[in-house]
Each structure stands twice: as C-alpha cells, then as structure tokens.
C-alpha cells in the first residue's frame, strides 16, 4: 500500500473549487410524501451547491432520502417546497419540451443495469435516440454510426459485435458500460450516479470507476454519486455530503469528512465499514 | 494443529445444460479446515465460489452433478451418498447453508416459530412444540435476538434481522460447518456488522466448529475469516492467512483483487486502484495451461501449455502460478516502485 500522502494539494485545490461556476444548485429544497398522520418528510430543507467538474458523493444509509433528493434533481418528481438553481437560473421544467431540454444537460446512470433498459428496443435505437435528443437527428447515417462506433470504444465495447442485439444478450457489466456510453454521447453539465457500482464485484467496480472518471476529465461534467459505499466516496470524491434523515448532518472535503469526522452520525457510519489497516470493532453494535 | 473438521479432496463438480455442454465449475479444489478455525473464499463474479458452496453440501440436484472426489466432515465421508440420506443426516446436523437472498427464504405467512419447528422435526420428530420454543428462546437469546422474534411474521422484520433470523435457525442443530454465500451483500453496513458479529458468536460458543465464507468483499472477508482462498476459473490459484493474501499476494490475480480494495482510511485515496482487463474463461471449455494466461500482465509462452499444479511455500501457503514466489516478489516491488501517482491504472482491452 502507498505512504500517507497529505499533501496541501488537497487545499488548493479546494479554494480553486470555490471559485468555479455553480452547476446545480439547491435552496431549502424539501420533498414530503403523503398528508396528515402518514405524513413523511424524505428531504428536509437541504442546501447545497454543485460547482463546475466537481465530483460530489452523498452518502447515508438506506432510508436516509438520498435516491429521493436525486430523483428531484433529475425532475423525475416534483419538489415540495424550496429551489433548485441549474447553472444560476431558476430551473423549470414546467412542461414537456422544458423537461427534455432540461435533461439535455443532466443525465443519469441507475444501481441496476438490467431495468434501466427497454428490453423491446435494440441497441441500435438506445444510441439513436441519445443522437437525436443531442439535436442530431438530420445527421447523416453515416455521422451517427461513427459516433455511436466511438461512444461504444469509449467503453471497450464493439459497436459492430453489438448492432442488432437487445440488451438481455448482454452481460451486467457489459449493460452498465452501454449506459456510460450513453453519457458519452449525450455529454450532459451533471451527471448523477446512483449506485452505480453496487451490483458489480471489486473489479468491474475499478474498471466502471475508471471510466466515469475519463469521461469527467473529456467532457467536463460535475458527478454526483449517491452511494452507502463509504470506500467509494472517499476514494473517487471532492466533496462529501452525509445524510441523515432527509438532513444533511456533515459536509466538506472528502478528507476531512472521512479522515476526521465531527457528526456523530458519521463516526458511527465509517465505525461500521471494515477496514483493513485498523481494527474493526465489533462491540459498538 | 487441531483437528481437522472439514476435509476435500480433488472435488469436482460440473453443470449440466439443457443442451447437455458440461460445464465446469468447480474443477479439482481441496482444502482443509481445523476446528474453530474460519476460511474465507474470494474471486469476480463467475469464478464459481457459489458453487463450490452448494457442492460442500453434498446435496446435489440437477443441473449440478457430482464428478469426483471427497468431502470428509469430521471423519464422514459424505460425497457418496444418495440426496435423501443427505438432507436427512447431513444438512442442518453436519453442515447448514445460508444462499445470498436467504432473507427471502421466509414464508410471509408463517411465523418465525414455524421455520425452527420445521427445521427441528425434519432430524428429531418427538420433540414437543413446548421444548422446541423453549431450545428456541435459549437460542435466541444467546445471539442477542429479541424472542419476541419467533412470534412474528417475517414481514414484520427488518431485512438485517431477518438475515440474522435465517442463520439462527439455521444452525439450531448446531451443525459442524457453516457455509454462508455473501451472507451480508444486501445489507447496510451497519447490519451487515450485526451478521458478522452473530456468526463469530456462533463460533465462539462452539456452535459451530468451522465456517466458510464467501464474498468478494475483501476488506470484510480480511475482518471475519482466519485464511482466504482466492478461486479462479473453477481452481484455487492461492491460498495463505488473511493477513499475508491482504497484504501480500503472490499469484498476479489475486494482485490484481486485492489492487482493487477500497476503504475508507486516510492515504488510500491516492493509492492507484488496479482493474483487472477482460472476464473469466468459458468454463464449458476451460483454456488450457493457466486459466488466468489469457489476462496476466506477466505471460510467458510456456503458461498456455500443460496443468498448473499447486506449488506450496512458506509451510501452508499455496499459489498456482508458473513464476516463482521470488520472481513475482521482485517484480511487484519494481512496479511499485516505479508507479506514477497517477489514480486509476490503465484498463486493458477486452
């Protein structure tokens, strides 16, 4: 294993981070489901701010309203109460057209690799259709099977090997890097990650990591990981966010949240990971 | 060195397809387990650790067949005998199984006290409903679980202790071996925790005498187990204490597993994290040679051609791989060496 390496280039890097446009960013921003009795706070008025090619990870248990604050932020469902800012304007996604043009430039890879596709469409049509909401449906032919050639070497696939087949033929991971090779192609602002790696074991793990992390470096993007996997935050992340019922109990670098943490809440979620340079202490549960 | 409790020799087993392929997925695995002593099993997905888990049973239903070799559990040889003598004398009193989802195994309209009943009538048919409550709750307590428990229903629990409900049961007969498949991969991490914490109880208590574990979650396997096996292809290509495979693996593919361990502890951040470049052979027609050749960054031509027959050093340890123990030292040290600071390492081809 390497040599603990602290650098202040962490620190740097941090007050250049400061100064980088906002991406995304949130006011209040509160979801409740159900009325009355059953009334469920998910979110609870939490405030961030997403900054350009920052690479965020919001951490929590099951439960804590994580997915939930990732399906507001992607307009999958409305927002109770408070603002959500896409590149320092307001965002809306009132109507249909709004929406699309609002997905243009925030995109999303899923936990599980075998639902995200329409088992009754074609790879072929999965690609098109990211061309065409890019705005390049009057493309030439073939401008679109070169782009889609390239999306799929993006991600050591073939496109020859995968034209005309459905996505059941193919392997989990071999699924989630199709996805990634889909973000390749829309190149959206932010990209949000939800779990991505929760389904694959430690290698393919290493290898979707990998390539996340060349797609940020080529096209720029800020990613957000919704994860519990506090290995993978610490690892891949600029920023830590934890989460703890719908509330944002601690938030800061990814060393300081990790390496020294302050909320109780946190202690106790990296307390519960097994490590391998410490002990793991099996008698605080 | 104590007494041996589980023993295999040369077990090999295969899947049969609807289109009769063979294939095999576990090919020609021994080992060895003391009492009170745990081995951890680990590998990508595909490499067939699941299935070594379902062949130690002894408990073979179609499309798994039984090929060749032994399994002795505490002096028994149990690989030839028939399904029904097995589920009879074997499962539950000689070795229990808990199946990744073994959560979902619980009948929603039972309550929990049914699930020991059945588990406890299937060996023992004149135990009374009274004394079989009653070794329960004993049970049940002694793992620290609420015996209010037995008298609900499974959806009434959280899916940590329904986890935990399952392994109770499960070893009620205190059996000799555990076997548990990825017992904690569908839960948070604090459950997961509580699993592990309940299965070392197990052990301490001497309710069981040996366990087998199986994740690809290296940093939890280096926590939980005594020794870890790393399987590849259907083989063991390396076997050593959890500390020495954690800290200094030998056969270049368990290099690259444990390359790719992430925790959260200050300094692995800029630790380089290695992806391992393609997927496991085809075990319907296993490569000849090395099964790992074909994705080894230390290829020679010789490995493509003849068995790899299993090389012991360092009295107990054992790898699989052509190069020599110092070979490979020296070469990862260089490496290491050598390694730009750059995070992620370059991913191969497929």
New interface residues.
Partial sequence: ??????SDKIAVDRAELEKRPSVLRGDKVTKVFGYGNSKTVAVNAVNFNFREREVISIVG??GSGKTTLAKMLLGLIGVTEGDVYFKDAKRDISSHRKKKEYWRGIQAVFQDPFSAFNIFSKIDSLLLDCINLMGGKKFSPEKKYEMMSEACSFV???YDELTNKYPFEL?G?QMQRLMIARIFLLKPKILIADEPTSM????????I??ML?KLRDEVGMTIIFIT????????VSDTVYIMEQGKFVEVGS??DV??SPQAEYTR???S???????E?D?S?? | MGKVILEVKDLKTKYVTRFKESVYAVDGVSLQIEEGKSLGVAGESGCGKSTLALSLMGYYFAPLHYISGDIIIDGKNISGMKPDEVRKNVLGREVAYIPQAAMNALNPTQKVIKFVEDVVRAHDKSMSKKDIYDMAVQRFEVLGLPKEVLSKYSVELSGGMKQRTVIAISTIKSPKVLIADEPSSALDVTSQKMVIKMMRELMEKGYIKAMIFITHELPLLYNVTDDIMVMYAGQIIERGTAHEMVFDPVHPYSKGLMGSIIVPEAGTRDVKLEAIPGTPPNLKKPPPGCRFAARCKYKIPTCEHGERSPRIFDNNRMHRCIHSVEYLQERYKNEREAGSKGKVSETGAE
């Fill in positions: 294993m390497g040599d603990i390496i602290k248990e099951s050591n696939l073939k392997s991971g694959v074991d430690a290698c393919s793990r290493a290898t990591l990998d992390m519990h996997d506090i290995g993978l935050a610490y690892y990814a060393e990790i390496i106790r979620l990296i519960d990971v097994p490590k391998i340079h410490e793991w099996l605080t549960v």
